[in-house]
C-alpha cells in the first residue's frame, strides 16, 4: 500500500490564522481524501481531493474554511482557515485503493493541530 | 443515516487474556466493513476488512472479526492480547455510493493492557 507523508506533525496556531497541512504519497493515486478527528470523536469525511479540478465537500464543510489543492497524483495540501479552537483536532490525509463499491484506505500519521 | 456504534469507549485486559471488540451498524445494503487501529502518534492501519463471502475474516497481528447479518455485528477478537495491542481501535462502514472514500467511522474503543 502507499506510504503517506504529513506535515506538519503537530502545530500550535493563534485565533484568527491559517494553517496549511501537506499531504505527499510515494505513489500516484487517484483518490486522496481529508478526514478531521476531533477530541474524543471519530474520524469525519471532510472532502475528496480531486487532481486538476476543485475539491468535493461533504456536508458542513466549505471551500472557504478548509480549501484544498491537488496540483499532481501525488500531493495534497489542506488549509484551515481562521481558525479558532474548535478547530482544534487531528487532521489525516488518506489514500484508496480502489474495489468496486468502497475504497480501502491508507492514512498518514495525521496533523495535530491546537488552537490558542 | 448510517452509522457505527463501538459500545465500549474503554476497555483493559490483561496481557495473554482474549479480546472482543464490539462494533454495530446500521447500513441499508451489504456492508463493507473494516477495522482500524491507532496507535498513540501514528495514523491509522487496517486490521482487516470485509467486502463478502467468508463470514469470519482474518486480519494482521492475529485479529479476527466475524460479520454477523443477523445482529449487524461485527465485533474484532484476539484470543491472547500483546502488550503492543494497547491502541485505539475504530470500527467503520463503507458507504459505497457517492463519495468513495466516504468511511462511516464509530468512536473508538481504547484498549489498555495490564502486564
Known amino acids: 500500500s502507499a506510504v503517506i507523508s504529513q506535515k506538519p506533525s503537530r502545530d500550535i496556531c493563534q485565533r484568527g490564522t491559517s494553517l496549511t497541512i501537506q499531504c505527499q504519497v510515494d505513489?500516484?493515486?487517484?483518490?486522496m481524501f481529508w478526514y478531521r478527528q476531533q477530541p474524543g470523536q471519530s474520524l469525519t469525511l471532510i472532502a475528496t481531493?480531486?487532481?486538476?479540478?476543485?475539491?468535493?465537500?461533504e456536508s458542513g464543510f466549505v471551500i472557504d474554511k478548509f480549501p484544498i489543492s491537488r496540483p499532481n497524483l501525488t500531493f495534497s495540501t489542506l488549509t484551515v482557515s481562521n481558525l479558532s479552537p474548535e478547530d482544534s483536532s487531528i487532521y489525516l490525509c488518506s489514500v484508496g485503493d480502489r474495489v468496486p463499491g468502497a475504497n480501502v484506505l491508507t492514512f498518514g500519521a495525521g496533523s495535530r493541530l491546537t488552537v490558542l | 443515516a448510517q452509522s457505527v456504534t463501538q459500545p465500549d469507549i474503554h476497555i483493559t485486559v490483561s496481557e495473554g487474556a482474549s479480546l472482543e471488540l464490539r462494533c454495530n451498524y446500521s447500513?441499508?445494503?451489504?456492508?463493507?466493513l473494516f477495522w482500524y487501529v491507532q496507535s498513540p502518534g501514528q495514523g491509522l492501519q487496517l486490521l482487516l476488512k470485509?467486502?463478502?463471502?467468508?463470514?469470519l475474516v482474518q486480519g494482521i497481528k492475529g485479529f479476527e472479526a466475524e460479520f454477523k447479518r443477523s445482529q449487524s455485528s461485527f465485533n474484532l477478537r484476539k484470543p491472547s492480547v500483546h502488550w503492543s495491542d494497547a491502541a485505539e481501535y475504530f470500527c467503520a462502514v463503507a458507504t459505497g455510493g457517492g463519495s468513495q472514500g466516504n468511511l462511516i467511522f464509530g468512536k473508538g474503543t481504547k484498549l489498555s493492557v495490564k502486564p
Open positions: 447500513y441499508g445494503a451489504t456492508p463493507y
Open positions: 481531493a480531486n487532481q486538476g479540478s476543485e475539491a468535493t465537500y
Open positions: 470485509y467486502f463478502s463471502g467468508d463470514t
Open positions: 505513489s500516484q493515486v487517484t483518490m
